[in-house]
T-cell receptor, first 111, second 115 residues
């Protein structure tokens, strides 16, 4: 069964702290997405990974294919980073591709 | 500007009254998909389409239909809506290049209430 688990579910931190959000998946995937959803509800794609590491500004995403695990890091966190972060695994299934989502991590950064 | 446009953004309807939520993208993406988001359950895939006339079920397809007659449009049809279809719906699109997938672009969401 294709499963995706995220941790923690909720995370509160002080401004400036280094943040790590984790995502594990059950079987092999073709890609993993990290998404951000702000309180208004809109969803923005942050990264799409199939191997290694990607960096964009203060955000870094890594994936370890052998361990079936990905992490999203935020350096020098800021209150505007407060949002729900969602990982989504793309499971390749007989020529089709299905996305399965984690339940999200609600991040709150306190000034 | 690259975008995915959903309509309507908000809709209140009654049980059994057929409705369609439209989704259109202007990026010539092959891949389009529909999701619903419910508290405590997160996002779940309803249907997806790899290209024109190619659609497949996601994890929660019951009660929904889709069609992909044109590359840019992927409407979600609720033939006979029921209260358990009250949810926040998102459409998304992505390019498929070299056998992989690209960045996902999401619409702004459609909040549907079925009474």
């Amino acid at each position: 069964k294709n499963e995706v688990e995220q941790s923690p579910q909720n995370l509160t931190a002080q401004e400036g702290e280094f943040i790590t959000i984790n995502c594990s998946y059950s079987v092999g995937i073709s890609a993993l997405h990290w998404l951000q959803q702000h309180p208004g509800g809109g969803i923005v794609s942050l990264f799409m990974l199939s191997s290694g590491k990607k960096k964009h500004g203060r955000l870094i995403a890594t994936i370890n294919i052998q361990e079936k695990h990905s992490s999203l890091h935020i350096t020098a966190s800021h209150p505007r980073d407060s949002a729900v972060y969602i990982c989504a695994a793309l499971f390749f299934n007989f020529g089709n591709e299905k996305l399965t989502f984690g339940t999200g991590t609600r991040l709150t950064i306190i000034p | 500007e690259a975008q995915v446009t959903q309509n309507p953004r908000y809709l209140i309807t009654v049980t059994g009254k057929k409705l369609t939520v439209t989704c259109s993208q202007n990026m010539n993406h092959e891949y389009m998909s529909w999701y619903r988001q419910d508290p405590g359950l997160g996002l779940r895939q309803i249907y997806y389409s790899m290209n024109v006339e190619v659609t497949d079920k996601g994890d929660v397809p019951e009660g929904y239909k889709v069609s992909r007659k044109e590359k840019r449009n992927f409407p979600l049809i609720l033939e006979s809506p029921s209260p358990n279809q009250t949810s926040l719906y998102f459409c998304a699109s992505s390019s498929i290049a070299g056998g992989g997938t690209g960045e996902l672009f999401f619409g702004e969401g459609s909040r549907l209430t079925v009474l």
